[in-house]
């Protein structure tokens, strides 16, 4: 995780707030240090993670993991981390006749129906276990991402009621989950976008700078909190230029990257 | 009338037009063209030389305007310019030294193509072993069955005993997303099978994800109707090169241009197992064929280049 | 102004935005009907119950009936404690069971109904509940049954929203500028045009809204510089002095001394 991320959100792994959708989006750039930063932030909070990697494989997450100070092989073996990895199942989805429903079930089919398997994998992976084992703290689900579902033929409805269930039963019932899916920019239907927006409290968003490609300056954060209480404070968004390192990503104010100052 | 020429004309610099110009502007163009050369319009005393050419160039332009004035006939010349010289030209050739690459290395090559006889591309020799799909129904399932059976057999997935230690199976897929692969996205915006292609890329990058091999694809973009596919299939690739040929467009008598044949395009570079990826300080790149060197530069610097030998 | 959006039956729609949500606007509608005494029945399909009910007092929770459609609304957990029949079935169910008097539904959101409903049926049910809609015996005259609806604009093309918006007896966009939010109003009176109304004071956390007085005292100021009736006799009523006014003027060297006027030969 980078420290600079949790002071800009305002957290930190012994606060990880529950019950709340975060929206990682990208447009233009590559936003996946986002997800390597919410990986890493709740493996270290000690919260029992279901992480659903359509995009890439477990070895890279893996790689990448190290760099930021967490084994994702180790949290596996521990049972804080239920690993589904998209592009090896694919395979066997693909060419092998499952028995029972597999949660990439669509692959194989013509029109792709719902994501009720899927659903029902992640409800399974996040239940809690009465084993008397070490208790997790909050059940956290990370899904990248979810604009990968929508080019394999997924409906956008089918996404959305997807996000809507992980968001409403397995908050509800195991009371806590915070659920990050990622999606690059408006490649995905925008709707199926905007909607998972209005569904978020807090959204991400990477994005290329307007000035083009600068190698000091990767790119632009735009945080967004989105207050649903009149009470409470009203939408508030920030904006931060990034530069990625090898293991870190430092972030400052617009226009005052160190490189320039 | 005019003899049949073995190159086609280029019918937009014969009006003096630019390949973007709509019809008024070309009529426009065509009338105060086919005024100069007219025949009766020449004063009597021009030298014998001159009235000939004056008369190919009136033939030449009323030509052109009997192509470029119908829509339809014009639409089909547009289509076929940029077919042939965007992509059948150069990437070919990218394609051919990825291949030549894996012989002279000893990996094993696959090569898939609906269009052509694999076996024109690459000669099948005694150095290398060449297995070719050519005999595939056209059809990604049955071409992700044909490699998943190779990679199993020949053990690049771990599964059986490879021939020969760390060898590494290189794909080379031609034209993919082509009718001749029973897909319909470059026929028509709204195609009933528009995952079709998606699919296959997704479940061929999970086969070489697990398995010591490699693939490279051409694919005919400019074809695709829809232009979100394109966007899909871009996010589902890891490396994605644009090649943006001069042939028939206005670059091609651009002084700025006149060195090169053609820009490269560096659209995505992976992020595999690290944060950041090598991203070059440049995003300039040009490339040139002169004879059978295949050279890439920043514009005015050498970068590297390509020998091909043989064919 | 929001007295004006409840004062007769039929749908209100509320359209708002990522930026600019609606959700608050829509509880402090329920707020006011509630205080009126009227139940309220929310069709809740976005937020949970717990959250939807925050920052209400007992009172008005005890007037509010939340219909879950948030937990389960596909029947996935097959437990059974879902609305089997559907969303629309549960909407009519709503529409039906309301027990006489005034009584409000409140619809969250209008978007999800949208995406999961055919836009035809969503309108033909809500069109039952307007004025013109209802069937004669009905049990509750339908001037007395206020549809709130949440509509999240983005969402939709412009076919929906507009079919949706046709049906509406009051419209309120969402909206702001650098931070600062904004009501758009828009009231359709049968037989009447459209009125406008933009209210850019609506979410503001200080007064600018006038009084009676204050708004009697303001008009009756005199500017400093405005040309008043008292100025102009003051003016009128200067001493006389010389009659007329003399121009000095001595000609030098450039000066053409033409007496035409040079505009004559324009041929206008």
Not at chain 1, 25 to 50: Q, R
Not at chain 1, 62 to 85: D, H, M, P, W, Y
Not at chain 2, 101 to 122: F, Q, R, V, Y
Not at chain 3, 13 to 22: A, P, T
């Amino acid at each position: 995780m980078f420290p600079e991320l949790n002071n800009l959100l305002n957290t930190s792994p012994d606060r990880a707030e529950q019950g709340k959708l975060t929206l990682l989006c990208a447009a233009e750039t590559d936003g996946s240090f986002l997800v390597h930063h919410f990986l890493s932030f709740y493996l270290k909070a000690n919260c029992k993670v279901c992480f659903v990697a359509l995009i890439q494989s477990f070895s890279h997450y893996n790689i990448v993991g190290q760099k930021l100070g967490v084994s994702l092989t180790a949290a596996r073996e521990r049972g804080q981390l239920v690993f589904l990895e998209g592009l090896k199942s694919s395979v066997d989805v693909f060419f092998q006749a499952q028995e029972k429903t597999h949660p990439l079930h669509f692959l194989r089919e013509a029109n792709a129906g719902n994501l009720q398997p899927l659903y029902e994998f992640v409800q399974e992976a996040l239940k809690p276990v009465d084993s008397g084992a070490a208790a997790w703290r909050c059940p956290v689900l990370l899904v990248d991402d979810l604009s990968v579902l929508l080019s394999l033929g997924v409906g956008a409805v089918a996404v959305l009621d997807f996000v809507h269930y992980c968001r409403a039963t397995v908050c509800s019932e195991l009371k806590v989950p915070r659920a990050a899916g990622s999606q690059p920019g408006p490649q995905g239907p925008g709707h199926a976008q905007a909607y998972v927006h209005h569904q978020s409290h807090l959204v991400l968003r990477a994005e290329g700078l307007a000035t083009g490609f600068c190698k000091d300056v990767h790119g632009q954060l735009r945080i967004l909190w989105r207050a649903s209480q009149p009470t409470a404070q009203r939408g508030r968004s920030l904006t931060f230029q990034y530069k990625i390192q090898d293991k870190s990503v430092t972030f400052f104010a617009k226009g005052m990257s160190p490189a320039i100052l | 009338m005019m003899a049949f020429e073995q190159n086609p004309k280029d019918w937009y610099s014969i009006l003096g037009a630019d390949p973007s110009a709509n019809v008024s502007d070309l009529k426009q163009k065509y009338q105060r063209l086919i005024l100069m050369y007219h025949p009766d319009k020449q004063s009597a005393d021009v030298p014998a030389g001159s009235a000939e050419e004056c008369i190919r160039k009136f033939i030449e332009v009323d030509q052109a305007w009997k192509i470029l004035g119908n829509e339809e006939t014009k639409k089909e010349y547009d289509l076929q310019r940029r077919e042939e010289d965007k992509y059948n030209i150069y990437s070919p050739l990218l394609f051919k030294y990825f291949l030549a690459e894996g012989t002279i290395s000893g990996h094993m090559l696959l090569i898939a193509s609906a269009k052509e006889d694999p076996a024109n591309i690459l000669q099948p020799t005694d150095v290398f072993e060449l297995l070719t799909s050519s005999s595939l129904t056209p059809g990604y399932a049955a071409l992700l069955q044909f490699i998943r059976n190779i990679i199993y057999e020949e053990g690049f997935d771990g599964s059986n005993p490879q021939k020969k230690q760390k060898n590494i199976l290189r794909l080379g897929i031609q034209n993919l997303g082509s009718p001749l692969w029973g897909d319909d996205i470059c026929c028509t915006e709204d195609c009933d099978n528009s995952h079709g292609l998606t699919k296959f890329l997704y479940v061929l990058r999970g086969l070489l994800r697990t398995s010591l091999s490699v693939c490279v694809i051409t694919m005919p973009t400019h074809l695709i109707q829809n232009k979100a596919v394109i966007a899909r299939v871009t996010h589902l690739a890891d490396t994605v090169i644009g090649l943006e040929s001069f042939i028939g467009s206005e670059r091609e008598t651009n002084p700025l241009y006149k060195d090169y044949h053609g820009l490269i395009h560096i659209r995505q570079i992976p992020r595999l197992n690290n944060l950041i990826c090598d991203e070059s300080d440049v995003k300039d790149l040009a490339f040139k064929l002169k004879r059978k060197l295949f050279t890439i530069e920043v514009r005015e610097l050498l970068c590297f280049s390509l020998q091909s030998r043989g064919k | 102004m929001l007295e004006s959006l409840l004062a007769l039956g039929g749908l209100v729609l509320l359209r708002d935005s990522v930026e600019w949500e609606g959700r608050s606007l829509l509880k402090v509608l329920i707020k006011k009907s509630a205080l009126r005494g009227e139940q309220v029945h929310v069709l809740g399909c976005e937020v949970s119950e717990e959250e939807f009910r925050e920052g209400f007092d007992p009172e008005i929770n005890s007037r509010v009936v939340y219909h879950d459609f948030f937990r389960d609304p596909l029947n996935w957990s097959k437990t059974g404690e879902a609305f089997p029949a559907g969303p629309l079935a549960a909407l009519r169910a709503v529409c039906r069971r309301t027990a006489p008097g005034p009584a409000t539904i409140a619809l969250d959101s209008l978007s999800w109904l949208l995406l999961h409903l055919p836009c035809t049926t969503l309108c033909q049910t809500l069109h039952t509940l307007s004025p013109q809609g209802s069937c004669p015996g009905a049990s509750t005259p339908a001037e007395q049954v206020h549809v709130l609806g949440l509509l999240h604009e983005e969402l939709h093309g412009p076919g929906p929203v507009g079919a949706l918006s046709s049906l509406a007896q009051a419209e309120v966009t969402l909206g702001g500028t650098a931070g600062q939010a904004s009501a758009h109003v828009l009231h359709r009176r049968p037989q009447q045009r459209p009125t406008n109304k933009v209210d850019p004071m609506a979410h503001l956390t200080f007064n600018l809204h006038l009084s009676e007085k204050e708004r009697e005292a303001r008009d009756s100021l005199t500017l400093p510089f405005q040309f008043s009736s008292e100025k102009q006799q003051a003016l009128l009523h200067r001493r006389p002095g010389p009659a007329s006014s003399h121009i000095f003027s001595e000609p030098d060297a450039y000066d053409d001394l033409d007496q035409e006027d040079p505009d004559d030969d324009l041929d206008i």
